[in-house]
C-alpha cells in the first residue's frame, strides 16, 4: 500500500510539474516574443514619423511642420532650434530609450522611445511615451502569472484523476491478491484484467503462482515421505534397544552404549518432529495447546549431552531459578536447547557450562573461546559456523533454533560474557 501511494505520489508531481513548467515556458516565450515583436514595431513606426517629419521639412522650408503630437522639435540648418534638448542633437539617425522628468506629470521620470531621423543637415525629433505601455505589460505579466498557476492547480487535478484511473487496475490486482492470502487458495487472475500492462502482471503472477504450487506440493509430499519413511527405522531402532536393555545378560559397558543409543534415537526423532512442526508451521501458523516444562526438557537435554564432555574437565550444572512452561511442543524446545548446551559443550574445553532457568527464559552460560559481539548475529545464519575447538558441522543449527524461535515469538540471542571469557546463548519466552 505504501509503496503504491508513492507511485501515485510520483505520478501526480510530475504531471503537476509537467503542466506548471509547460505552460511557464510558453507564457515566458509569448511574454518574450510580444515585447519583441512590439519594440521591433514601434521602433519602425517611430522612425517612419521622424523620417516623414524630416521630408516634409526639406519640402516646406517655411512650414512649421506637420501637425503630430509625436513630433517634439527638429533642428534646421541654420541651426534654429524648435523645442528641441540639446542633449537630443548629438544622438544618431535609429530609435533610442530616453529617461526624462514629465512636468505634466509633476517631474515623475517617464520612459520614452526617441526617434531620430538626419538628413541633408535636418535633424527631426520624434518621441513617444511608453509609460503607459509599461503598466499594461505589468498588467499582461499578472495576467499570465495567474494563468501559470491556474494551468498547475488544472493540471494537478487531472494528474490526480490519472493517477486514480491508472492504478485503479493494480489496486484491484492487489485486492485480489490479498483476497487470496485469506482463502489460502490462488485463482487465475488474468481472466479479471484487460490485456494490457496489468493484465501481463496478473499472467505473470499466475504462471509464478502455479510454480510455487507446485514446489510446495512437493515439499509437502517429501516432508510426508520422509517423516513416514524415518520414524520407522528409528521406531524399530528405540524397541529393539528397550529389548536389548533388557537382557539379563547386559553388562554395564554395553548397557551405557545402549543408553546412547537410546538418547541419539530420541534426538533424531524429536528433530524430526520439529523439522516437520516447522515446514508445516510455516504454512500455515505454529500449532498451540501443549504446554512444556522448561527445566525438565533442559534435564533431559544436559543428560543428552554428557558423552560430548569425554574427558575434559567440564561440569555442566541445571539452576532452576523458579519455573517456567511454555506453550509449545517438547520437542520443538528439545531441538532449540540440544544446539544451544551442545555448542557450549562443544567448545568449553575446561571450566563449566551452567543452564539458568528462571524469569520467563533460560540462559546457557559457558567458559569456552567465547565470540566476538559482531559476529553474534551472524552465526544464527545458515551456513555460518563459531570458530574455536571443535568448531565443526554445517553451520545450520542455530539457523534452525532462529527459525524455530521466530515461529513461536521467542527471542534468542547470543552475547560474549564480560566477567571471563565465555559465552552467553539465551531464550526469552515473552
Not at 507564457?27 to 510580444?34: G, S
Not at 523645442?83 to 515623475?108: F, S, Y
Not at 502482471?201 to 512437493?218: F, G, I, K, P
Not at 575447538?389 to 534468542?412: K, N
Request: charged share 25%.
Amino acid at each position: 500500500m505504501q509503496s503504491r501511494r508513492k507511485l501515485r505520489f510520483r505520478l501526480v508531481v510530475s504531471f503537476a510539474l509537467f503542466g506548471f513548467g509547460l505552460s511557464a515556458l510558453f507564457a515566458f516565450a509569448a511574454l518574450n516574443i510580444r515585447t519583441r515583436v512590439e519594440d521591433q514595431l514601434v521602433n519602425a513606426s517611430l522612425l517612419d514619423d521622424a523620417k516623414y517629419s524630416n521630408r516634409f521639412a526639406q519640402e516646406h522650408p517655411d512650414a512649421p511642420g506637420p501637425g503630430s503630437r509625436l513630433i517634439t522639435g527638429m533642428v534646421k540648418s541654420d541651426r534654429t532650434l524648435y523645442k528641441a534638448p540639446l542633449a537630443w542633437q548629438n544622438l544618431g539617425t535609429g530609435v533610442h530609450d530616453i529617461h526624462e522628468p514629465d512636468p505634466d506629470d509633476g517631474g515623475r521620470v517617464h520612459h520614452y522611445k526617441l526617434a531620430v531621423y538626419r538628413e541633408n543637415g535636418i535633424i527631426s525629433f520624434v518621441r513617444y511615451d511608453v509609460s503607459r505601455e509599461e503598466l499594461g505589460k505589468q498588467q499582461l505579466l499578472f495576467s499570465v502569472i495567474g494563468a501559470v498557476f491556474l494551468f498547475g492547480l488544472l493540471s494537478l487535478a487531472i494528474g490526480l484523476w490519472l493517477s486514480r484511473k491508472v492504478l485503479k487496475p493494480v489496486s484491484q490486482l492487489a485486492q485480489r491478491l490479498r483476497e487470496f492470502r485469506k482463502a489460502g487458495k490462488a485463482e487465475p487472475l488474468a481472466v479479471h484484467f484487460a490485456d494490457d500492462e496489468v493484465g501481463e502482471l496478473a499472467q505473470a503472477l499466475d504462471d509464478y503462482a502455479a510454480r510455487l504450487t507446485s514446489m510446495v506440493e512437493r515439499d509437502r509430499e517429501f516432508n510426508s515421505d520422509v517423516s513416514h519413511e524415518l520414524r520407522t527405522p528409528l521406531a524399530v531402532i528405540a524397541s529393539t534397544t528397550e529389548l536389548l536393555q533388557g537382557s539379563p545378560d547386559l553388562t554395564p559397558k554395553l548397557a551405557e552404549r545402549l543408553k546412547r543409543i537410546e538418547r541419539a534415537s530420541r534426538q533424531a526423532t524429536e528433530l524430526i518432529e520439529a523439522l516437520l512442526l516447522l515446514s508445516r508451521a510455516e504454512r500455515r501458523g505454529p500449532t498451540r495447546g501443549e504446554t512444556t516444562d522448561v527445566a525438565k526438557v533442559a534435564a533431559d537435554v544436559i543428560e543428552s549431552q554428557r558423552p560430548q564432555i569425554r574427558d575434559k574437565p567440564v561440569a555442566v550444572h541445571l539452576d532452576e531459578r523458579e519455573p517456567v512452561s511454555v506453550n509449545a511442543p517438547a520437542s520443538v524446545l528439545a531441538v532449540a536447547l540440544t544446539n544451544l548446551i551442545g555448542n557450549a559443550i562443544k567448545y568449553t574445553l575446561d571450566g563449566e557450562v551452567r543452564v539458568q532457568v528462571g524469569a520467563n527464559g533460560i540462559e546457557v552460560i559457558d567458559t569456552g573461546p567465547g565470540i566476538k559481539p559482531e559476529d553474534a548475529e551472524r552465526l544464527f545464519q545458515r551456513g555460518v559456523r563459531g570458530e574455536g575447538a571443535g568448531g565443526s558441522g554445517a553451520g545450520l543449527g542455530l539457523a534452525i533454533v532462529r527459525r524455530l524461535c521466530e515461529l513461536y515469538g521467542w527471542q534468542v540471542s547470543m552475547r560474549p560474557r564480560t566477567d571471563t571469557n565465555g559465552a552467553v546463548a539465551s531464550i526469552a519466552f515473552s
